[in-house]
């Protein structure tokens, strides 16, 4: 699903801007201390688009989101792969003999935060029917979520609900104040995996009911962190809940996790942080700045920066001196090139989309756009997830202009004569900006315009929902280890909730996508995964780019932390302890 995934392919430094470890001695902080609270600082890319969970689509909404709202399941912090384990569920559900029906049982206590919604202004209890809630208002008629697509045709009597017919959903219903029924149209034995998405959080209906449009500016849930402060394009200040008792730090892990002392924290109650303070900070430059003055606790390196931080794949002797730490890993993502499928050129001719995608030198992206910190992509499915196939290589993977220009004559296009332009929505930041210029230049020697409309983070997201747009860059993050967490952009079902932004239709496709989610792993799966793969290639809908290399640094005061992907960074924030100045003397 993306689920939701979105653009960070937009990144790079402005090529003036002052490389901080290049800078005179004198003008480097003398010292650089932890800090006196235990708090944790992280800068986000672009603004957020709204704090409710069941409307968004993007990484930097979802990684707010998940300080303040949580789901029936979740990952565990240090198992990898991803174990699931309870969250506001009790334990893993009781399965029927047919698999089709899930009892989940929740756990009693829980309590969502205080807020004038309620009476009296003390949070409520969470209960069965705060479920049942969740599946109702993803399913309510002209409701835009972008999950609704996912569950459709999946959970008993969902889709009469969505269309009027009925006047609730028949597979959903809460057993007792603490025991919630979910019954399935069909076998899914991935279907836990929708549980751990964000955009299945469990939040009040009376808060939603007294907000209104405000309500994406407020956040209500059983989350670790209580909301301080809002404002969607500068600062999200969240404080301990102190109420929060339903999870501890885990007690489990590897040898390797002992050695490491990420076990030291074992059964204590979460969070272990006071405070986390998410500011939005577009270039990232000023990002660098503020975590080498000790500002920030995370940060992943600027592409800018990599030659001063990185001493091949090592961290640089100046920085390790500092105490500061490098974790790296490929990332759970991969960068696109969207098309809309529903434009009346580029959309329904797939060779111009097959000219674009050999016009493209990806490599020289990789070098310029990422420092050389990607791989190549040659499909949507990333290297985490279940159906990454390492031997397959796209058919447009090399460059090759002459051919290009061949396709786009097939087209109806000689010499591109007549081709309209690309128009291609892009972020406001110099990152975004450069990147423009690069694919301008790759594009235009087969004779492709690219016309790029610079607007803000939140603008983009619009323009994608509404398909306003011939195509864009996009980033896809993962959030479960499995191809269906890329189907949903594909699957022509999914174009309503704006998960298919592409309106990307194939009867073919649709076949396979419902096939690989009723089958267990294996050869057979594995087969049908590949089919769908190579109809992908030839249709074109993506143009896949990079799957990029996370270089995250974190300080020397910072406890617990393991390389997590952007989007979980939220939902996993609350088992990192910071050693204050005072700890630390």
């Keep these: 699903m993306q689920k939701q995934r979105m653009s960070s392919i937009l990144q790079r ?27 944790f600082r992280f800068g986000a890319e672009a603004k957020l688009v709204s704090l409710d969970p069941h409307v968004t689509k993007d990484v930097y909404s979802s990684q707010a989101q998940s300080l303040f709202y949580e789901t029936l399941y979740h990952y565990h912090y240090l198992k990898r792969p991803f174990e699931i384990v309870p969250v506001i569920a009790e334990s893993l559900p009781e399965v029927s003999k047919d698999r089709k029906t899930y009892k989940i049982r929740l756990k009693k206590g829980i309590h969502f935060h205080d807020d004038a919604c309620f009476p009296g202004g003390k949070g409520r209890e969470v209960k069965a029917d705060d479920v049942v809630y969740l599946f109702h208002r993803m399913a309510t008629p002209n409701f835009s979520s972008p999950i609704y697509g996912a569950l459709e045709d999946n959970i008993e009597g969902i889709k009469d609900f969505h269309n009027g017919k009925a006047p609730s959903i028949t597979g959903v219903r809460a057993i007792d104040p603490y025991t919630v029924e979910i019954r399935l149209e069909r076998i899914l034995p991935r279907f836990l995996h929708i549980l751990t998405d964000m955009r299945t959080a469990i939040l009040p209906k009376e808060c939603v009911e007294k907000y209104g449009d405000a309500f994406a500016r407020r ?46 924290d074992a059964g204590k109650e979460l969070p272990l942080l006071d405070k986390v303070v998410f500011e939005v900070v577009v270039e990232a430059q000023p990002r660098w700045l503020k975590f080498m003055k000790g500002e920030y606790e995370l940060i992943g390196i600027p592409k800018d920066n990599l030659p001063h931080a990185l001493e091949g794949e090592k961290l640089s002797s100046e920085l390790q001196a500092r105490g500061i730490k490098l974790f790296r890993s490929i990332r759970s993502d991969v960068t696109a ?39 190549r992509a040659h499909s949507m499915i990333d290297p985490s997830m279940y159906g990454y196939d390492p031997a397959f290589k796209s058919k447009w993977a090399v460059r090759d202009v002459k051919r290009a220009r061949a396709l786009i004559a097939k087209a109806g296009y000689p010499d591109g004569k007549g081709l309209p332009p690309i128009i291609y929505p892009r972020d406001s930041s110099t990152l975004s900006r450069q990147l423009e210029e690069l694919l301008k230049a790759q594009l235009a020697e087969a004779g492709i315009t690219l016309q790029a409309v610079p607007m803000t983070w939140p ?36 174009i309503f909730s704006t998960q298919n932004s592409a309106a ?44 990029r290399i996370g270089n995250q640094l974190v300080q020397s005061w910072v406890k617990n932390h393991v390389y997590t992907d952007n989007l979980l960074l939220g939902h996993f924030v609350k088992y990192h302890r910071i050693e204050t100045s005072g700890e630390r003397q």
């Design 13 to 39: 430094l402005m090529l003036g801007a002052l490389i901080f470890l290049n800078l005179p001695s004198c003008t480097r902080p003398s010292k650089v201390t932890a800090p006196k609270e235990k708090i």
């Design 219 to 264: 956040a209500v849930g059983t989350g670790a962190f209580v909301l301080q402060e809002a404002d969607l394009a500068s600062k999200i200040v969240a404080v301990r809940n102190p109420n929060y008792r339903h999870m501890t730090y885990p007690a489990e892990g590897s040898v390797d996790d002992a050695e490491k002392g990420l076990l030291a």
């Design 337 to 375: 090139t969207i098309f809309n499928m529903d434009d009346p050129v580029w959309g329904k001719k797939k060779e111009l989309r097959q000219a674009y995608a050999l016009t493209l030198d990806v490599p020289k992206i990789i070098e310029v756009q990422y420092g050389n910190q990607a791989i």
């Design 459 to 494: 603008e983009m997201m619009r323009t994608q929902q509404t398909r306003n747009f011939v195509a864009m860059g996009i980033g896809m993050v993962s959030t479960v280890p499995d191809v269906e967490d890329m189907m949903g952009i594909i699957n022509s079902k999914m």
């Design 504 to 547: 990307y239709r194939n009867p073919r496709v649709d076949k396979l996508i419902d096939e690989i989610t009723m089958i267990e792993n294996g050869p057979a799966r594995l087969a049908k995964i590949k089919e769908m793969i190579a109809i992908l290639d030839e249709d074109l809908p993506y143009v896949p780019l990079t799957h």
